[in-house]
């Protein structure tokens, strides 16, 4: 904790909690004093957005438990539109408890124990809900079946199965589409078919319980990855795990992610550890999910030569071939287990078929058109193809030199590592919300200023708004996207400035933002 956060803590010992309206709970005179009003009220939020998912998030077709009853009114309509408004207020909910949970983090009131307690409560509520801001575990429970009738999930979409429950729930855009992931998660996505057949609400719950797996590997792996990385455990908490890309994307929505960086943390810290086969072998564990996970092989085969004791090129020899060998047994393992082939690396161009501004060269091409089609009728295809083949050799190029850069290992290849994952993520021809949390799990553990976490906040909230809470994409939407950058940048300020837009009788701001101080 920096000099400023001691001295704020020491200069308002009778702020325990502060509730919104700027009035003062109780003194708790306990060390790291639980905040009970602000975890009410993110459990509140998601509660709101349990009850109104049934209604505005990604519903079943044929739902059997609000499609013909009594509440069947809250599917259509004016009773639809009812239930995004209580979805939306449900998640600004959870945003307003997440701000203040992080002033209480940065005043150093509290520390990881309430942290924690804070994004169980906001998670448990849905782990039973419809899918939220996504239908993408709809693609996962029908790429599971796929391989129980006999069927190639690297080389059909779920149409060809013809069950009427299990596909029609599958998103248009992706039902011809075979799965671009990886033999780890086909296995266990089949395992979880099999066990609930085409009891769709079933599935939906039993595949958040396996990708929790993800949650508890990364639970695990934090703690390590702040000791080696230099950042502050209950912000790192705060902002991983309590986080709204967490609790409201990874985990309501849910998405395979989840598992893949958890199997990422755990890897990086085991070799941080020195524990290097294990840790590769995780790595590896997470790049059979999704093919993301291998970038950060290249980069903790620097950490691994770092840890050995002769000459640079013979360290370094050493443990690439050692890695190599690793990925390879776990590799092949894995897929002769899952009983696929390799055919998902063709696959891995499917999200390539999305186009949205959120990928910087897409964007870049998009706007070139823009400019170029008020005088000359040509193809978007032609730009947008353009500046995504640019941007690819951009990010080799970065790449490229951060690895290079990190040939010293340590702490400072880690830290080179998450940038990439990030720039993968938005200089990919495709960018979807959550692939932010790829390098974002990572430097989590590192040191961060105060204004870097507000504007971290502004761009969580920012990417869980692009998408409707039944899925669609909102980003063409420049109405709704005007507001939601104006909300977003309301949360980010939110977090060092208390009451920014002076609703309330109170002043005072809960976090000085004056210092320079890493948390």
């Keep these: 904790m920096g000099a400023d956060e001691a001295d ?10 502060t509730v919104a309206d700027g009035r003062d709970d109780q003194v708790d005179r306990r060390p790291n004093p639980l905040p009970v009003r602000t975890i009410a ?24 438990v609000l499609g013909h009853g009594p509440l069947s009114w809250i599917r259509y309509g004016h009773g639809q539109m009812l239930a995004t408004a209580t979805l939306y207020l449900g998640f600004g909910l959870v945003v307003w408890a997440w701000v203040r949970l992080g002033r209480h983090v940065l005043a150093g009131r509290v520390g990881s124990r309430p942290v924690l307690i804070g994004a169980a409560c906001w998670m448990a509520p849905l ?16 790429q599971g079946t796929l391989p129980l009738y006999g069927q190639d999930p690297y080389a059909v979409g779920p149409i060809v ?5 299990v596909v029609q729930n599958v998103h248009p855009f992706w039902q011809t589409t075979a799965a671009p992931y990886g033999p780890l998660f086909i296995m266990l996505a089949k395992g979880v078919a099999w066990v609930s057949g ?10 958040r319980l396996v990708l929790l797996g993800g949650l508890a590997l990364l639970l695990w792996s934090l703690p390590g990855l702040v000791r080696h990385l230099g950042g502050h455990l209950p912000t790192t908490l705060w902002l991983a795990v309590a986080g709204p890309m967490t609790v409201v994307h990874l985990v309501g929505g849910p998405h395979n992610d989840l ?28 790049a059979a999910v999704k093919a993301t996970a291998a970038l950060a092989l290249p980069f903790l085969v620097w950490v691994w030569a770092g840890h050995l004791k002769s000459t640079f090129w013979k360290n370094f020899t050493r443990a690439v071939a050692a890695a190599v060998a690793t990925t390879a047994v776990v590799f092949t393992a894995t897929t002769l287990l899952a009983g696929v082939n390799l055919g998902w690396f063709n696959a891995l161009q499917a999200p390539t078929m999305i186009v949205n501004w959120l990928s910087i060269p897409t964007a870049v091409g998009e706007a070139v058109h823009t400019v170029v089609d008020l005088f000359f009728d040509v193809n978007k295809s032609w730009f947008v193809n353009t500046t995504r083949v640019i941007g690819g050799l951009l990010f080799f190029a970065i790449a490229i030199r951060q690895w290079w850069l990190s040939r010293n290992g340590g ?25 932010l949390t790829w390098g974002f799990v990572i430097a989590a553990a590192l040191p961060w200023q105060r204004r870097q976490l507000a504007i971290l906040v502004g761009a969580a909230v920012f990417l869980v708004l692009t998408y409707s809470p039944a899925g669609e994409d909102l980003l063409y939407n420049w109405p709704f996207i005007a507001c939601a950058i104006a909300v977003s940048i309301l949360a980010g300020i939110s977090l060092v400035r208390h009451d920014p837009l002076r609703l309330f009788n109170d002043r005072h701001e809960l976090v000085t933002v004056d210092a320079p101080t890493k948390v």
């Design 8 to 17: 704020t803590a020491n200069t308002l010992p009778d702020q325990a909690e």
């Design 41 to 64: 009220l993110g459990t509140a939020g998601s509660l709101l957005i349990l009850l109104s998912a049934f209604g505005a998030a990604g519903v079943l077709v044929s739902d059997p």
């Design 127 to 142: 782990l039973f809900s419809p899918p939220v801001f996504t239908r993408d575990v709809f693609s996962y429970l029908a």
């Design 161 to 165: 199965l013809g069950l009427q429950e």
């Design 198 to 207: 085409t009891n769709m609400i079933l599935g939906v719950v039993l595949m």
């Design 259 to 286: 598992l893949m960086v958890g199997f990422l943390a755990a890897g990086t810290l085991c070799v941080l550890d020195r524990k290097h086969v294990l840790g590769i072998a995780l790595v590896t564990l997470g």
């Design 411 to 435: 702490a400072d290849a880690v830290r080179r590592m998450s940038f990439v994952l990030f720039a993968v993520a938005i200089l990919s021809p495709a960018t979807l919300p959550w692939y």
